[in-house]
């Protein structure tokens, strides 16, 4: 049974206060009323929250959550999961609470990539209000967004995701890193959810020390993006990327360094192609235009 949607992720931070100005008053995020075990809770629309950052003694990336539309299509994938032999751990319920969620169980990656998958996420009816006045972001039946992951066993970790959560190809790309031909090419495998979106994950055949590489959010507006790459450069975030237009989902955006030690990618006009028609495309170039990477520190 195929996966909705990227529905929130987990982030460890040693320092909630760093987050909490980098997303809340940088960027424009809302915060909600914190978790009860203390985590910083960010809202980009009528959920919860998108984004948990709890106490912890590392930055890094945690988990993604992902949505599935009701009980049954849960279950059908994790019985899939233990058939194959993977470790899939039920939560409690006030484990499952902690996300908002009515039943939540937990599993990795072949590349160790940890997994939340859950049903039953609650509504906040309080409507979103950014600090910044950012006019919201696109979700609903697409997920927050999308999240890009290391997996060193790339052909591997994407059948896992294709076989047990149901993800369908929607593009990939092959770049050469190094000046010499002949080295292998870095790949990248985009795969949608059973929503329009047109990737909620991608996976990227390396590893990353912080556990991701990029998440996604989506604006509603290119002013909105304009407006909050302003206050990156204003408050000296580090612009791992400039403002460019990727070829294969057409997103317009910019990279920002998060205090997780990974990128967040901050765009708009994101493509939601028609499955039923789409074919899988190889996308020979990364950007249209724009996208000049900062090399790392
Ligand atoms: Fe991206």
Redesign the pocket.
């Known amino acids: 049974m195929a996966t909705s949607a990227l529905g929130y992720i987990v982030v460890s931070s040693t320092d909630l206060a760093q987050w909490r100005h980098f997303a809340v008053s940088t960027l424009g995020l809302m915060e909600a009323p914190a978790g009860a075990d203390g985590s910083l809770r960010l809202r980009i629309d009528e959920r919860p929250f998108r984004i948990v950052i709890q106490p912890g003694a590392a930055d890094r990336f945690l988990a993604a959550g992902w949505e599935f539309r009701d009980e049954a299509a849960l279950e059908a994938c994790c019985a899939g999961l233990r058939a194959a032999g993977v470790a899939v751990v039920d939560a409690d319920a006030s484990d499952a609470a902690l996300r908002a969620a009515r039943l939540l169980r937990r599993c990795t990656d072949p590349d160790g990539n940890p997994l939340e998958l859950y049903v039953g996420r609650s509504l906040d009816y309080a409507p979103f209000a950014s600090p910044h006045g950012l006019s919201g972001f696109v979700t609903g039946d697409l997920g927050m967004g999308?999240v890009?992951l290391p997996a060193p066993q790339l052909e591997r970790t994407r059948a896992f995701y294709q076989q047990h959560l149901g993800f369908g190809d929607s593009d990939q790309m092959w770049l050469q890193m190094s000046p010499n031909p002949t080295d292998p090419k870095l790949g990248i495998y985009f795969m949608h959810a059973a929503n329009p979106r047109h990737?909620s994950l991608?996976l990227m055949g390396a590893p990353v020390p912080s556990g991701c590489v990029?998440i996604?959010l989506e604006a509603k507006s290119l002013d909105d993006v304009g407006y909050a790459l302003d206050r990156c450069l204003a408050d000296n975030v580090t612009i791992s990327s400039t403002l460019g237009r990727?070829s294969n989902?057409g997103?317009v955006?910019f990279y920002a360094r998060t205090p997780g030690g990974f990128d967040l990618?901050f765009?708009c006009y994101g493509l939601q192609p028609d499955w039923s028609t789409w074919v899988p495309t190889t996308s020979l170039i990364p950007d249209l235009w724009g996208h000049r990477w900062t090399p790392p520190a």
Do not use: W
């Open positions: 999308h890009v990737h991608a990029h996604m990727h989902d997103m955006s990618e765009g």
